[in-house]
C-alpha cells in the first residue's frame, strides 16, 4: 500500500521560497516514479515535477524550470520539492502523485499516477 503525505506549505509573500515534502514508510514508494502536480481554483491539475526513482531523472513544467527543484532521499521515503522566487500564480494546492508502472520516466499525465496525496496548499500573495 502506498500512501503519500504532503506537507510544508503554506503563506509566502513574492520572491520567497518553500519547500514541500511528500512522504512515504513504503518500499514501493522508493522504486517508483514520484511527481507533483498542483490545482489552482477553477483550475485543471497540472503537471509541475516528476523524477525516477533514483532521482537521476527530472522532468519539469516550463513555467517552473530554473526556480523549483525536485530531489529525493529514499533513505527517508521522502521526495522535496523547493520552490523559488515564487509568484502569485503558482498559488494553488500541490499534490504529491506516485506512479507505481514507472521506475525512470515521469509522465505529465496525471492518469498515469496511482496514489495521490491530500495536497498541501500554497498561497503566494503579491
Known amino acids: 500500500q502506498v500512501q503519500p503525505v504532503e506537507s510544508g506549505g503554506g503563506l509566502v509573500q513574492t520572491g520567497g521560497s518553500l519547500r514541500l515534502l511528500c512522504s512515504d514508510s513504503?518500499?514501493?514508494?522508493?522504486?517508483?516514479?514520484v511527481a507533483w502536480f498542483r490545482q489552482a481554483p477553477g483550475k485543471e491539475r497540472e503537471f509541475v515535477a516528476g523524477?525516477?526513482?533514483?532521482?537521476?531523472?527530472?522532468y519539469y513544467e516550463d513555467s517552473v524550470k530554473g526556480r523549483f527543484i525536485i530531489s529525493r532521499d529514499n533513505t527517508k521515503g521522502t521526495v522535496y520539492l523547493q520552490m523559488n522566487s515564487l509568484k502569485p500564480e503558482d498559488t494553488a494546492v500541490y499534490l504529491c502523485?506516485?506512479?507505481?508502472?514507472?521506475?525512470?520516466?515521469?509522465?505529465?499525465?496525471?492518469?498515469?499516477?496511482?496514489?495521490w496525496g491530500q495536497g498541501t496548499q500554497v498561497t503566494v500573495s503579491s
Open positions: 523524477l525516477s526513482w533514483n532521482g537521476e531523472n527530472t
Open positions: 513504503g518500499r514501493i514508494f522508493n522504486l517508483s516514479v
Open positions: 502523485a506516485v506512479d507505481v508502472h514507472s521506475y525512470m520516466i515521469a509522465s505529465t499525465a496525471r492518469q498515469q499516477y496511482d496514489y
